[in-house]
């Protein structure tokens, strides 16, 4: 039995570190989890992925909660195998604008990966960030204006998409 070692309530070994392990701790106390923390550019992207990942959780719940409102109560009716079936339009569209969503992040994720092997990273990020941010901002202009159609916030949300399979290989 290492010193190191403690057992479980279930019999097994577990690893325990101690607080004065030269492992975890640096020499001057610090630890080590939190070593990238002293560098401005980690700290400043950090920082920036956090704010942008906020909005963009923002506008996926605007999306969602406009195309809600668009088709609320409107419904489509089909017929399979002599079966009536009445579907209500919101949920198609809520269904087709996941598709939307995830369709070109498959389509162009591995052509995003090469790109990020390939060009420098940080200029792929500031252009696919600032794609995004424009595209964004034309929903809110069309939105505002009055001019919001299924179809606009379908191409606009796929533009983001395909934008973010460029974003995050970087």
Do not use: C
């Amino acid at each position: 039995h290492h010193p190191n070692w403690a057992t479980s309530a279930a019999g097994s070994t577990i690893g325990v570190m101690p607080p004065n392990d030269p492992l975890r701790r640096s020499q001057g106390g610090e630890d080590h989890r939190f070593a990238a923390h002293q560098y401005r550019d980690f700290r400043l992207l950090w920082s920036g992925a956090f704010i942008s990942t906020f909005g963009s959780q923002m506008q996926i719940i605007a999306v969602n909660w406009h195309i809600f409102q668009l088709l609320r109560g409107e419904t489509y009716s089909i017929s399979i195998f002599g079966l009536e079936l009445e579907l209500g339009a919101e949920a198609l569209a809520l269904g087709a604008l996941g598709l939307v969503r995830v369709l070109p992040i498959i389509a162009f994720g591995l052509l995003g990966g090469m790109m990020a092997d390939t060009y420098d990273r940080r200029k792929l990020i500031i252009w696919t960030q600032l794609a995004s941010a424009v595209f964004a901002a034309l929903l809110a202009i069309i939105t505002l204006a009055g001019n919001a159609s299924v179809a606009a916030i379908y191409l606009l949300t796929a533009a983001g998409a395909a934008a973010t399979a460029f974003d995050n290989p970087a």
